[in-house]
């Protein structure tokens, strides 16, 4: 059974910095899509970011050029970087990946955003 489990939310100011880890109990993250995606309350999940198999990251409009995503060599381990961050990033982010047909999540960690 895979296990996803993230770590690194808190409390920032506005124009902080946050790095998220997602721990997977395998090499999960080896040959698999990975992503962060993220809740804010009142609002629909909305991906943040993925990262391909080949390693190509993709991200939502809202995050690009503030948020980078990563995956460590040992592909045990996905990251988000999150700079310059902005009220409206708080939410609970969750990392997700997925293994043949079966989706995977993290319980998810709370990042809030204020001054």
């Known amino acids: 059974q895979v296990q996803l489990v993230e770590s690194g939310g808190g409390l920032v100011q506005p124009g902080g910095s946050l790095r998220l880890s997602c721990a997977a109990s395998?090499?999960?993250?080896?040959?698999?899509?990975a992503g962060w995606y993220r809740q804010a309350p009142g609002k629909q999940r909305e991906l943040v970011a993925l990262?391909?198999?080949?390693?190509?990251?993709n991200y939502a409009d809202s995050v690009k050029g503030r948020f980078t995503i990563s995956r460590d060599s040992a592909k045990t381990t996905l990251y988000l970087q999150m700079n310059s961050l902005k009220p409206e990033d708080a939410a609970v982010y969750s990392c997700?990946?997925?293994?043949?047909?079966?989706?995977?999540w993290g319980p998810g960690t709370q990042v809030t955003v204020s001054s």
């Open positions: 997700y990946t997925v293994a043949g047909i079966t989706p995977y």
């Open positions: 395998g090499t999960i993250f080896s040959n698999n899509v």
């Open positions: 990262i391909l198999s080949d390693l190509s990251p």
